[in-house]
C-alpha cells in the first residue's frame, strides 16, 4: 500500500501533511458559522399586497385573480396560493425544486408590475419577499415606556429601526403594534353638506395646493440656477386657510371653517402587549449569511448603548432569542460525540489492554473530525443540526477502518516482532475489507446527498458531512495508523503485569466463546435442519418486526424544545379591536399561572404562519410564551403543553390553538388537507364533516378548518339612471364613499427629513345607520341622501377567501398527540374524506404530511439505489457477484433492531430515522464483509477445506466485528440517551441506528455463514 509504506518510511514529510490538515481543521472551526438548520434554497414567494378597506372578496377580484393570471406563466411554477383577507392579499409562488429563486424572485417582480397596472390605484405597491429558512427572527425586544403607543411607535419606527438595522447580521426590524402618523383633515359632515360640499372637494383642493413642482434650470453668465416651485406648507396649521370654494357671491369657504387638521395615528389595526403593559414588539431578522448567536450577541451589545438614549421612562425589553438554544443545542451535541469517543476508546482498551492502541486510535478518531472541519467549510456548510448528528453518527462507525487495519498491524507485530514491516504489512493486510467497507459508507451517501425533495434539502448536508468523515477516515487509517504504530509499538517483555494477567483473563474468556460460536457453526453446516431453522426463525423475526411499523407510526421531525409555546386566539369575527384586546389580556393572566414562564409577548391584528405568511384580522391574537430551558425546569415540554391546554379548556368564544413552533420559524399545524371542487359550499361541508369524524379518534388536537362565519358587510349597489340624471359617475360616488369612512391621501405634509400622508375624511362616529344619512351634492348644488344614489343592503360577507391554483378550496387541520403518528392519523383522514366527497372533489395532503410522503418515497428510491450500488461495489472489489450478495443479507436484520427499539423507547420513525436506515446499510454490511475476506485468504493459502475455512474465518472475524459492533453501539448511545437541550432531535437516529447495528451484528454472523454454507461445494463433497 503506497501511503502506508510512504508513511512509514517517511514519517516527517506524512507528520507535515497531516499537522497541516490538522491547523487546517481547527482554523476552519473558527470560521464556520453556528446555525440551527443548515442552509437551504427554499423555492418559496411570497407576494404581500395591501388595499386598505377592502373586503376578502374585493380583495379576490380586483387583486388575487389578476396576480394570478399573471404568475400562471412563471417558469418552474408548482404551486400558487392566495389568502384574502380584510385589507390584504398573500399570494404563496412554491416553484420546482432547483429553481434559483433569485432570478424567480426578478421575474415576479416583473410579473407583478403588469399586474399592477390593472389593481385600483388605493392599492399599495406589493411587497415581494422571499422565504429564507436562515433569515429569520432570532430575537424579540419590546419597546414599552410612560406615555402613549403612538410615541412608542413613533420614536420605534423612525429612530430605533434605524439603530437596530445597523447591527452587523441584521437584517431588518420588524415591528408590530402602533401605526404610522399622518396628518388627518377630520371633515364635519354636517358642515360640509351645509356648503354644497363632498370630500372629493376637499381632496382636489388639499392635492392642487401642496406639491412641490422642479421647474427646471435657467442659464445667467455661463452658470447654472436651478428653479423650484415649492407649494408644501411649513406646518399643519398652514392647511387652515387653504380655500375649499369661492362662492359667486363672495363666499370664502376655507378649510378650517368644515373640518379638524391635527396630526395622529392612522386607523389602528394592530397592538401588542409585554405581559399587561402595551408596548411595540419588535423581531429582530437576521441576514441569511450571518451568524445566529454572533448576531445575537452583537445586537446584546448593542442594546445597553440604545437603552441609554432612550427617553426617560422608556425600556427596551430583551424578551427572548434563538443564541442560547443553538448554543446549548451545539454544546450538547459536542458533549455526546465527545462521550462517544471515550466509550468507544473504553471498548478498544477492553478488547486490546494496550496504552499505545488507545492512544492511537484516541488520537485519530478527534483528528478524524477536526481535519473534516476543513472540507466542510470549504464547502460553506455551518454547523448546525445536520451536520452535528452527522458527526455525533460517524465518532462510532468511522472507527471501524482503524480497528481493521490495528487488528491486522498488531497480528503481525505479533509475529514478527518488527513494527515497521508490521505497519506496512498488516496495512497491505487489509487494505481491500477497509476499502470495501468504505466504499459501500460511500455509496450509500451519494443518493441521498442528491435527492430532489425539499427533505433532501436538509439531510444533503448531513449526507455530505458523513461522506467527508468517511474518505478522512478512509485517508487516516492508511497513514496516520501505520506511522504511529511503527513508531509507538514496542516489544513487550514484562509478561507479569497486571495489564497482561487482565489481557490473558479476557482472552481466555474470548476463546472460550469464540469456540462455541465456531461449534455452532459447524453444527448449523452439518445438519440442513438447524440451518433451516434459523432461517426460518429469522424469517418469523423479521415479519414480527414488521408488523411492528403500524405501531410505531410515521413522523416528520422530532419536536424541538426551544422553550416556546404558542396560543393563538380566534374570536367571533364580530369583535372590534377592543374586544380582542380585554379577550387578549385575560388570556395573558391565565397564562401567568403556568409554571416556568418567564415572559408573555402578545400581539393583536396578526398572527404568524409558516414560510412566511400570516393571516391578518382585528378578532385575531397570538400568545407568545416564553419559558425556562429545558435544564433549568421539571416537566417536559409535551407536559406543559398538556397543561397550558388543560388551562385553556374553558377559554370561551374563541378557537384556541396551542402550539410548539417549529425551529425553522412559524407554528402551522402539521397535518393539513385541502378540498377543492366547484362549490365552496360543498366543501366547506366537507371539511367540516371530515373534522367531525376526527373528534371521535385521540390523537387530534387543535383541529380546525377553514369554515367560518361571515362578518357583516354593508353593499351599496349605484343606482345609474338616478347617477346619470345628476351627471356623476358611479366611480365617483364610489371614491366620495371612501373618502367619506376610509379617508384618501389627499398630499404629502413634509417637516424635515420626514414625510406624512395628509387624509381627508369624515370624523368617526359609531354606528352603521350613518352610511345611509351619507349625502352628496346634486348637479344644482343641493345635497341629496346617498340611498337616492344607490340600494343599500347588509349582507354576510366572508372574512377570509382561500385560494390555491387558481380556485377556491377548504382546509382542515390539526396538530397531533405524540400517541398518533402522522401517518397512521392521515389514514383515518383519508377515509372520513372519502365518505364525505361526492364526485368531482378530491383532496390533497399538504404541508408537513405532504413533505414527509415525498421524503420517504424520495428514501426509499435512495434506499433501493444504495442496495445496488453497495453491490456493484463489492463485486468489483471482491470481483464475485455472489459473495456481494450473500453480504447483502445483514441489510435486512437491521430492520429488526431499528423497529423494536423505536418501539420500546416510544420513538416514531422520522425523516431522519429512514435516512439513518438508509446510511446503515453501507455500515451493517462491514461484519460480513470481514469474515468473507477472511474466509477468502484462508481459502487462497489452501490449507483447509471451504466448509472448514469458512468456520475458521468466522471465528477470526468475530473480535474485530464485535469490537466494530460495540464501539459503533457505544459511540451512538450518548446521542441516543442524551438529555441535553437540544437532544430530542438527536435521540431517535441515535436509538434507532445503534439497534439496527447491534441487531444486524448478532444475526448476521450466524446468517451469512449459514446462507452462504449452502453454495459451498468442497472436493471432498463432489467426490
Not at 793 to 803: E, S, W
Request: negative net charge; aromatic residues 8%; glycine residues 6%.
Amino acid at each position: 500500500m503506497f501511503l502506508a509504506t510512504a508513511s512509514v518510511k517517511r514519517p516527517v514529510a506524512m507528520s507535515a501533511l497531516l499537522i497541516g490538515l490538522t491547523l487546517l481543521g481547527i482554523y476552519s472551526f473558527f470560521k464556520m458559522g453556528l446555525e440551527l438548520m443548515p442552509k437551504v434554497d427554499i423555492p418559496y414567494i411570497t407576494i404581500v399586497t395591501v388595499f386598505p378597506g377592502a373586503s376578502p372578496e374585493q380583495i379576490e377580484t380586483d387583486i388575487a385573480k389578476r396576480i394570478e393570471d399573471r404568475m400562471m406563466t412563471l417558469e418552474g411554477l408548482k404551486h400558487i396560493s392566495s389568502t384574502c383577507m380584510e385589507n390584504a392579499c398573500q399570494t404563496l409562488l412554491e416553484f420546482n425544486l432547483g429553481t434559483d429563486v433569485d432570478v424567480a424572485a426578478t421575474d415576479v417582480r416583473e410579473k407583478l408590475d403588469l399586474a399592477r397596472a390593472d389593481m385600483p390605484e388605493d392599492v399599495e405597491d406589493p411587497k415581494v419577499l422571499k422565504f429564507d429558512v436562515n433569515s429569520k427572527p432570532v430575537a424579540n425586544l419590546a419597546l414599552t415606556g410612560q406615555t402613549t403607543v403612538e410615541e412608542l411607535y413613533d420614536y420605534a419606527d423612525n429612530y430605533l429601526r434605524d439603530k437596530l438595522t445597523v447591527v452587523d447580521g441584521v437584517a431588518d426590524a420588524e415591528l408590530i403594534g402602533g401605526a404610522k402618523r399622518e396628518v388627518q383633515i377630520l371633515i364635519d359632515r354636517e358642515k360640509l353638506a351645509a356648503r354644497g360640499l363632498s370630500t372629493l372637494d376637499v381632496v382636489y383642493t388639499v392635492n392642487s395646493a401642496i406639491k412641490t413642482i422642479p421647474v427646471g434650470r435657467i442659464k445667467e453668465l455661463g452658470t447654472e440656477i436651478s428653479v423650484e416651485f415649492s407649494g408644501d406648507v411649513s406646518h399643519i396649521d398652514n392647511l387652515k386657510e387653504l380655500e375649499i370654494s369661492n362662492k359667486s357671491d363672495g363666499r370664502i369657504i376655507f378649510l378650517k371653517d368644515i373640518a379638524e387638521i391635527k396630526m395622529a395615528t392612522a386607523d389602528l389595526r394592530q397592538i401588542a402587549f409585554f405581559e399587561n403593559e402595551p408596548c411595540i414588539a419588535i423581531k429582530i431578522i437576521k441576514r441569511s449569511d450571518a451568524n445566529a448567536v454572533a448576531t445575537v450577541e452583537n445586537l446584546q451589545n448593542s442594546i445597553a448603548k440604545i437603552s441609554a438614549t432612550l427617553p426617560a421612562g422608556w425600556k427596551l425589553n430583551w424578551v427572548s432569542d434563538d443564541a442560547r438554544f443553538i448554543q446549548a443545542n451545539a454544546s450538547s451535541a459536542w458533549d455526546n460525540i465527545f462521550q462517544g469517543i471515550l466509550l468507544t476508546a473504553l471498548i478498544l482498551f477492553l478488547f486490546l489492554y494496550n496504552f499505545k492502541i488507545l492512544l492511537i486510535a484516541g488520537i485519530t478518531m478527534p483528528l478524524n473530525i477536526v481535519i473534516g472541519f476543513f472540507f466542510m467549510q470549504y464547502l460553506n456548510y455551518t454547523l448546525n443540526l445536520s451536520t452535528l448528528i452527522s458527526i455525533g453518527l460517524s465518532v462510532g462507525i468511522l472507527v471501524t477502518n482503524s480497528l481493521v487495519v490495528l487488528e491486522a498491524i498488531m497480528k503481525r507485530f505479533a509475529e514478527t516482532g518488527d513494527a515497521k514491516k508490521a505497519a506496512i504489512e498488516g496495512t497491505s493486510a487489509s487494505t481491500v475489507p477497509v476499502l470495501a467497507s468504505s466504499g459501500t459508507n460511500i455509496v450509500v451517501l451519494f443518493p441521498i446527498a442528491n435527492m430532489g425533495s425539499m427533505v433532501g434539502m436538509f439531510l444533503k448536508p448531513l449526507a455530505t458531512t458523513m461522506l467527508i468523515m468517511t474518505a478522512v477516515s478512509l485517508f487516516l487509517s492508511f497513514t496516520i495508523i501505520p506511522l504511529l504504530s511503527s513508531i509507538l509499538l514496542k516489544k513487550d517483555t514484562n509478561e507479569s503485569g497486571l495489564l497482561k494477567k487482565l489481557e490473558a483473563g479476557f482472552n481466555k474468556g474470548f476463546s472460550w466463546v469464540t469456540q462455541r460460536y465456531m461449534d455452532l457453526i459447524t453444527m448449523a453446516q452439518n445438519s440442513m435442519g438447524i440451518s433451516a431453522f434459523f432461517i426460518i426463525a429469522f424469517v418469523l423475526l423479521m415479519a414480527q418486526a414488521l408488523s411492528l411499523a403500524p405501531l410505531v407510526g410515521g413522523g416528520f421531525m422530532p419536536t424541538a424544545d426551544m422553550g416556546n409555546i404558542t396560543i393563538k386566539l380566534e374570536f367571533p369575527t364580530s369583535y372590534g379591536l377592543e374586544q380582542t384586546r380585554l379577550r387578549t389580556l385575560e388570556a395573558v393572566r391565565l397564562a401567568r399561572t403556568l409554571p416556568d414562564v418567564s415572559s408573555i409577548l402578545s400581539g393583536i391584528g396578526k398572527v404568524d404562519g409558516g414560510f412566511g405568511r400570516s393571516s391578518e384580522g382585528v378578532y385575531l391574537a397570538e400568545v407568545k410564551l416564553r419559558i425556562a430551558d429545558k435544564d433549568k425546569r421539571s416537566i417536559s415540554i409535551d407536559e406543559f403543553l398538556a397543561k397550558t391546554k388543560a388551562i385553556f379548556s374553558n377559554f370561551t368564544d374563541a378557537i384556541v390553538t396551542i402550539s410548539i413552533p417549529s425551529p425553522a420559524g412559524g407554528s402551522d399545524a402539521p397535518l393539513q388537507v385541502e378540498f377543492s371542487g366547484e362549490n365552496l359550499n360543498i366543501l366547506d361541508q366537507i371539511a367540516t364533516t371530515v373534522k367531525s369524524e376526527a373528534e371521535d379518534i385521540a390523537g387530534f388536537t387543535s383541529m380546525d378548518t377553514t369554515v367560518r362565519t361571515g362578518k357583516k358587510k354593508i353593499k351599496v349597489t349605484p343606482k345609474r339612471n338616478v347617477l346619470s340624471e345628476s351627471q356623476m359617475a358611479a366611480v365617483n360616488l364610489g371614491t366620495a364613499l371612501r373618502g367619506n369612512v376610509e379617508g384618501l391621501k389627499a398630499a404629502t405634509f413634509k417637516k424635515g427629513d420626514r414625510n406624512y400622508d395628509i387624509v381627508v375624511k369624515f370624523a368617526e362616529n359609531e354606528g352603521s345607520e350613518q352610511v345611509k344619512e351619507f349625502s352628496f351634492a346634486g348637479k344644482d348644488g343641493k345635497q341629496i341622501a346617498l340611498t337616492n344614489f344607490g340600494q343599500l343592503d347588509q349582507v354576510i360577507a366572508p372574512i377570509q377567501i382561500i385560494r390555491k391554483d387558481k380556485q377556491r378550496i377548504s382546509k382542515f387541520e390539526s396538530y397531533l398527540s405524540a400517541s398518533l403518528p402522522m401517518g397512521k392519523a392521515m389514514n383515518y383522514v383519508n377515509d372520513f374524506a372519502k365518505k364525505a366527497m361526492p364526485v368531482g372533489y378530491e383532496f390533497n395532503a399538504r404541508g408537513q404530511v405532504e413533505m414527509m410522503h415525498d421524503a420517504q418515497m424520495n428514501l426509499a428510491e435512495a434506499a433501493v439505489i444504495a442496495v445496488v450500488l453497495v453491490l456493484l461495489t463489492l463485486a468489483a472489489i471482491m470481483e464475485s457477484f455472489m459473495m456481494p450478495a450473500i453480504i447483502l443479507l445483514a441489510v435486512p436484520p437491521m430492520l429488526i433492531g431499528m423497529l423494536w427499539a423505536l418501539y420500546l423507547t416510544g420513538y416514531s420513525i422520522s425523516i431522519f430515522v429512514i435516512m439513518g436506515g438508509v446510511m446503515l446499510i453501507g455500515i451493517v454490511v462491514n461484519n460480513a464483509i470481514l469474515m468473507l475476506e477472511e474466509y477468502n485468504n484462508l481459502v487462497a493459502e489452501g490449507s483447509l477445506p471451504k466448509r472448514q475455512a469458512l468456520v475458521q474465518a468466522c471465528g477470526a472475524s468475530l473480535r474485530p466485528v464485535m469490537m466494530i459492533t460495540l464501539a459503533a453501539v457505544l459511540g451512538m448511545l450518548p446521542m441516543a440517551f442524551g438529555s441535553g437541550i437540544g437532544s430530542e432531535l438527536r435521540t431517535d437516529i441515535g436509538i434507532a441506528s445503534a439497534g439496527g447495528i447491534l441487531s444486524s451484528a448478532i444475526i448476521s454472523m450466524f446468517l451469512v455463514p449459514i446462507v452462504f454454507n449452502l453454495f459451498l461445494r468442497d472436493k471432498t463433497d463432489q467426490a
